[in-house]
């Protein structure tokens, strides 16, 4: 594996492989890596001929300067590994290499896409994240980039900044990947004390509950259910729940309007603010009456 950490150093890169037609799957993150992305580089490695993954600590992101400041930082362990599950290229630039000074962003408004969920609760976390990844891809200039569905809505919204933009990049998106007692692989699990971990199953627990009884109650009503639930647990202070259409971010009164029921969730365990999501099983009959995608996934 190489370790790159300047533009420049990419750029010889590439002039090295210029003439091969060398195809770029691209994983981006923010390091403390987990299995979870290490499943993006494997799949990855299956479909391209050279896989560069980028970790790097987008400060435009965050809202909250502490959120910032406390986000973990494994590089020496991330880039170990990176080398053991067979990356090809590490980008681990700082800052500056990445902005060049300017780290001024846009408001990005995709109507209720991100206006709800993460959008609502933490305002302009998705300007810096468009412009993050927007900035990644000129840098990198892959074919395919690939990004984990537990964060849901930052697929979403990533996918539909390409088709906006009309961007040369063909969006990935990979299941999330669960532990063995189920709770969502996520960086921050590791400021989780073993005792919040346990707790943290709630979030879980109550996303498959509401699975298995989805079509026994309407959209609303199982909404307030799994909100219910963890509003009455003690360890959990729920942000959001909500119920809606995964294909286009709409909140139909009826199931028979769903192209991709689920529930999205975020709650603090522990002093942690997690996030998770399940998506429902959708039958024969739903989907034939199921409404035209906006947001194809």
């Known amino acids: ?123 302009g976390h998705y300007d810096g994240v468009v412009q993050v990844v927007r900035r990644l891809f000129e840098i990198v200039l892959p074919n395919n980039a690939y990004f984990g569905k537990k964060d849901f809505q930052q697929v979403a919204i990533i996918s539909e900044m390409v088709r906006r933009e009309a961007l040369p990049v063909n969006i990935v998106p990979c299941d999330l990947i669960r532990d063995e007692d189920g709770l969502a692989l996520s960086s921050r699990n590791m400021l989780l004390s073993q005792e919040s971990k346990r707790h943290a199953l709630a979030l879980v627990n109550t996303l498959r509950a509401m699975k298995d009884r989805y079509l026994e109650q309407s959209p609303e009503e199982l909404e307030a259910w799994g909100r219910k639930q963890l509003k009455e647990n003690p360890y959990v202070e729920l942000e959001y729940l909500e119920v809606l259409d995964g294909r286009n971010f709409e909140q139909p009164k009826e199931w028979e309007r769903f192209n991709s029921p689920m529930a999205l969730v975020a709650a603090f365990v522990g002093g942690v603010r997690l996030i998770d999501n399940m998506e429902f099983i959708v039958d024969d009959e739903v989907k034939k009456t199921a409404k035209t995608a906006i947001f194809a996934l």
């Open 1 to 123: 594996m190489r370790t790159i950490t300047t533009n420049t150093e990419l750029r010889d890169l590439y002039a090295d492989i210029q003439a091969t037609n060398t195809r770029i799957g691209f994983v981006p993150t923010m390091g403390a890596l987990h299995d979870g992305h290490l499943s993006l580089l494997t799949r990855a490695k299956a479909e391209n001929d050279l896989v560069v993954v980028s970790i790097f600590v987008n400060p435009t992101q965050f809202n909250d300067q502490k959120d910032l400041e406390k986000y973990p930082r494994t590089l020496t362990s991330d880039a170990s590994k990176l080398a053991a599950a067979g990356c090809d290229v590490l980008y681990a630039p700082d800052v500056d290499e990445v902005y060049g000074g300017m780290m001024e962003k846009q408001a990005v408004d995709y109507g209720a896409l991100t206006a709800i969920l993460e959008g609502a609760k933490r305002p």
